[in-house]
C-alpha cells in the first residue's frame, strides 16, 4: 500500500524559514515524479514545485527563489526548504507522486498518490 505522509509545518514570522518533508512507503521516489501543493483556506490547489527521475526541478513563478525542493534516495523522501516565506504562502502543503515516469507535471489531476498535507502559517 502506497502511502505519504507530509511533515514540518508549522507557524512561522514574514522573512521566516520552514523545512517541509515528504516521507514514502510502499513507493520509491527516485523512480518517481514527486511535487509540492498547497491549498488555501477556500482557495485552489496550487502547483509548488517538483523533481523528476533525472532530477528536473520546476518552480511556480511565486515562489522562485524562495523556495528549494530536493530528494534524498536514502532515505526515500522528498524536502521542500522554505525561506522568506511570507503570509500569502500561508496553507496546507500536500506532497504527491507519479511513479515510474520520465517527466514532471504541475496538475494535482496528474498525480495518483497524496499525502494528508501539513500545515504552513505565516504571520505578517
Known amino acids: 500500500q502506497v502511502r505519504l505522509a507530509e511533515s514540518g509545518g508549522g507557524l512561522v514570522q514574514s522573512g521566516g524559514s520552514l523545512r517541509l518533508s515528504c516521507a514514502a512507503s510502499?513507493?520509491?521516489?527516485?523512480?518517481?515524479?514527486v511535487a509540492w501543493f498547497r491549498q488555501a483556506p477556500g482557495g485552489e490547489r496550487e502547483f509548488v514545485a517538483t523533481?523528476?527521475?533525472?532530477?528536473?526541478?520546476m518552480y511556480a513563478d511565486s515562489v522562485k527563489g524562495r523556495f528549494t525542493i530536493s530528494r534524498d534516495n536514502a532515505k526515500n523522501t522528498v524536502s521542500l526548504q522554505m525561506d522568506n516565506l511570507k503570509p500569502e504562502d500561508t496553507a496546507v502543503f500536500l506532497c504527491?507522486?507519479?511513479?515510474?515516469?520520465?517527466?514532471?507535471?504541475?496538475?494535482?489531476?496528474?498525480?495518483?498518490?497524496w499525502g494528508q498535507g501539513t500545515q504552513v502559517t505565516v504571520s505578517s
Open positions: 510502499g513507493l520509491t521516489f527516485r523512480w518517481s515524479s
Open positions: 504527491a507522486a507519479r511513479p515510474t515516469t520520465t517527466s514532471f507535471y504541475t496538475m494535482a489531476a496528474q498525480y495518483p498518490y
Open positions: 523533481i523528476t527521475r533525472a532530477e528536473v526541478k
